[in-house]
């Protein structure tokens, strides 16, 4: 049993990526390329959304059905620019690209919306809310293998990026460096440096969330 506040934690968590995601959906602007990523933050916005909703009743939202033809649909649209990167990159995309992360947590996602069993007399998600040892009634998920399997992925893409941080922290502080010393580097410049260090911070969040939650729910 999986105490309460363990997952009130997470839940919290969640949250906190959902509004850090809205912001830089707000504070966007797309007609600068290179500057924001608007796939992946509405994408870490609508995961961190669902996966609350998942751990605290309190804070579901939409049907199980529903999200599941959201993370369909993000599956899809995250797999189509996967196989982008891999016609341009080759293999290394699978690897190390921007976007397999977020397939890999897109249709974890969706697994984890098809495969929860509820009791008789329940439909959809609307039962998963608390989780195993909250107050959710999700019993367990079908075919447990894939399950362990998205979450040793999804622990493994987590410290992979781990791994990458250092290196975008660096960058980030390069760029605040040279406009504190009066270089020509523009603001905008400052705000691409700054976006991979924050794209990744919440996807290592949502990825070790996500790998915790497919394990409690087995």
């Known amino acids: 049993m999986t105490p309460a506040w363990l997952l009130d934690i997470v839940a919290a968590c969640m949250l906190a990526v959902a509004a850090v995601s809205a912001a830089r959906l707000v504070t966007a602007r797309p007609w600068q390329r290179g500057l924001v990523t608007l796939d992946t933050d509405a994408a870490h916005l609508l995961m961190a959304i669902a996966m609350a909703g998942m751990l605290a009743t309190s804070l579901s939202t939409l049907s199980g059905t529903a999200w599941e033809v959201v993370f369909a649909l993000m599956t899809a649209w995250f797999a189509l620019r996967v196989l982008a990167d891999a016609r341009a990159n080759g293999a290394r995309a699978l690897a190390a690209g921007h976007c ?6 897109s249709a974890a996602m969706l697994y984890l919306f098809l495969a929860a069993t509820v009791p008789a007399g329940m439909s959809g998600m609307a039962g998963m809310s608390g989780m195993p040892g909250g107050s959710g009634s999700m019993t367990g998920l079908r075919a447990p293998t894939v399950a362990l ?9 987590s410290a992979w990026d781990l791994d990458q941080l250092p290196g ?3 960058r980030t502080g390069t760029a605040r460096v040279a406009l504190a010393g ?5 603001l905008p410049a400052l705000a691409a440096a700054e976006s991979p260090a924050v794209t990744a911070g919440c996807r290592i969040i949502m990825g070790i969330a996500m790998a915790f939650m497919l394990v409690i729910a087995l």
Do not use: D, E
């Open 100 to 105: 397999a992360p977020h397939l890999v947590h």
């Open 182 to 186: 009066g270089g020509a580097v523009p």
């Open 149 to 157: 399997l998205f979450a040793l992925i999804l622990v493994g893409y």
């Open 168 to 170: 975008r922290r660096s």
